[in-house]
């Protein structure tokens, strides 16, 4: 029998490697077919793991190999640690899928800085800051402004989807880059997150969950997006704070929803539009195709239009609350009766999706000065050669 190779790494590497997967000690054991007792002992130097079980330990933590050889954990951010969490999720486990997207985002993040140093450019400076004390219905308009979307353009999008892709081109142009979560190798539980922010700059970033309809994204982006301004990194699982996360954190919450339905639903704008013009606040209610074609104006979801009425007092919370449980019943029935799918949108659309076109852009550039590889370039864009040229002509509109 070949003698065991030993692999002589550092104990602290392996606990921060699993730790920073979100792994339990069980996990990895199962994983790699051994005993919890193995994993505990290779974690407190009392044995070493094989070479070949190394592999696999690297392997399902998601870290290269030449990790595990560093003299000590790299030091500076830690995937997880460094965002804010709501109080009452404190103990909340985060899954390992998690675990690699908040990991994944940020090294893509430090990328993008990279190559800009290498391309001898700046980032974007998105400019605009808040505080929580701020009135969101006065802030809005200088979001509006800075992302230059006008009510006539978005009177025009007709639908959710596009609504979608209009925000964030737009979001992204002003020098924050965008991720969505979805595809088959890339799935997170909308119970678990809906979207994160990293709100350090430059470059800043929100990643949302393509779970999401289309609708709720918009919304997410948006209330994200106020968490930059306010300079918080945080993960979402909720946007409606409850009553048992301190009072603070509600105040947090509160503004960014508020940023978001103001951004979306400029209160001018709304309170004189003919049909919120024609009803009698607080006693008027309204037909379920009133508050669609109000909605379809805005290009936002029934629920953030009701909510954005609550607040202008045009609606009562008892009108919403029916509403609101009406439209979940409709939702359970609507994902009942469909097929369960299994397909999903073109690998490069997926791939676009997910590492954002901004960030797509900017490799890309980087390649065409060359002063990146198309081995790096592949590389940074998590495909194989072969798919550059097809990502390209996606990222610039160029027609297939």
Not at 33 to 62: I, P, T
């Amino acid at each position: 029998m070949a003698k065991r190779i030993k692999a002589l790494v550092e104990p602290t590497l392996l606990v921060w490697a699993r730790e920073t997967a979100s792994f339990s000690q069980k996990e990895i054991a199962e994983g790699l077919g051994v005993s919890v007792e193995q994993v505990q002992g290779w974690e407190s130097g009392k044995d070493h793991l094989s070479v070949s079980q190394l592999r696999k330990l690297a392997k399902k933590c998601k870290r290269p190999l030449s990790v595990f050889y560093l003299p000590e954990p790299p030091r500076g951010f830690q995937a997880l640690r460094d965002f804010r969490r709501l109080a009452g999720a404190v103990t909340q486990h985060y899954s390992p899928a998690l675990a690699y997207e908040v990991r994944a985002a940020h090294e893509r993040r430090l990328v993008a800085i990279e190559v800009l140093e290498t391309l001898g450019e700046t980032a974007e400076d998105f400019q605009l800051t808040a505080r929580v004390t701020d009135d969101p219905e006065q802030v809005a308009p200088r979001v509006r402004e800075r992302l230059g979307i006008t009510l006539a353009a978005q009177n025009r999008w007709g639908d959710t989807a596009k609504g979608f892709r209009a925000w964030r081109d737009a979001i992204e142009a002003a020098g924050i880059l965008i991720s969505v979560v979805s595809g088959a190798h890339h799935q997170i539980d909308i119970d678990e997150m809906r979207g994160f922010a990293i709100a350090d700059r430059p470059l800043p970033m929100i990643v949302v969950n393509g779970k999401d309809r289309s609708g709720g994204r918009i919304f997410t982006l948006l209330h994200e997006l106020g968490h930059i301004l306010l300079g918080q990194s945080v993960i979402e699982n909720s946007l409606e704070p409850g009553t048992a996360i301190p009072a603070p954190d509600r105040a947090i919450e509160r503004f960014c929803n508020q940023l978001a339905a103001a951004t979306l639903m400029p209160r001018d704008s709304l309170m004189a539009d003919a049909l919120v013009a024609s009803k009698t606040p607080l006693r008027t209610e309204w037909s379920d195709e009133e508050i669609e074609a109000l909605a379809r104006r805005y290009c936002v979801s029934r629920d953030a239009l009701l909510v954005r009425l609550v607040e202008l007092r045009q609606i009562t919370a008892a009108f919403w609350q029916t509403k609101r449980a009406q439209y979940a019943r409709q939702r359970d029935e609507e994902e009942q009766a469909e097929e369960p799918s299994t397909s999903f949108a073109p690998y490069r659309q997926q791939v676009l999706g997910y590492i954002g076109r901004g960030f797509a852009r900017l490799v890309l550039q980087g390649y065409h000065r060359n002063r990146l590889t198309l081995s790096a370039v592949s590389g940074y864009l998590g495909i194989q050669a072969k798919y550059v040229p097809p990502i390209e002509r996606l990222a610039f509109g160029v027609p297939a």
